[in-house]
């Protein structure tokens, strides 16, 4: 590779190492709600809501790695014909919560995204995600999924399995 080159897997490792430093600004931030993008049919920002303080995650590069940056003021009104905004109910179980913990997962093509830990809340994170994380539902490209995961780590009788 000849000097001032571009080199893919440079440029990925310097955005990855940049994510990973942006998603620490959500912890000990208190979650007030989440509300999703939608571009018909397809989730396209997700906006996390704290006290005095807005995040957005989205998909860079065709949504293969995923951003976070401080997003001011609300989200534009004037998004066109098919996409509106909508809380993601399912996160209502985190609201009021500090968030206690992020962690990157996956990587670029491979489910990049962030797990997000809460105080109280020992069984279950929020999880958001590419699109490109194994399979990927057919006609969906360069979005995001979000949902909530739940672990189990406790047993109160041992079962005949």
Known sequence: ??????????????????????????EGRLLREVVLQIVEPQINVVFLRFD????????????????VFAHEGEPPSDIGPAAWYERFDAAEIFHGRLVKQVRPIGAVWN???IEISFSGITDRTLIIQSIYAGDRPNDFFDCLRIGIATYDY??????DA
Do not use: P
Not at 13 to 21: G, H, P, Q, S
Not at 52 to 67: H, I, N, P, R, W
């Open 1 to 26: 590779m000849s000097e001032g080159e571009f080199n893919l897997h440079e440029y990925y490792a310097r955005r990855e190492e940049e994510f990973r430093r942006s998603i620490y600004a959500l």
């Open 111 to 113: 489910g990049h995204g």
């Open 154 to 159: 406790r047993r109160t009788q041992k079962s």
């Open 52 to 67: 005095g303080a807005m995040f957005a995650v989205q998909g860079d590069l065709g949504s293969e790695l995923l951003t």
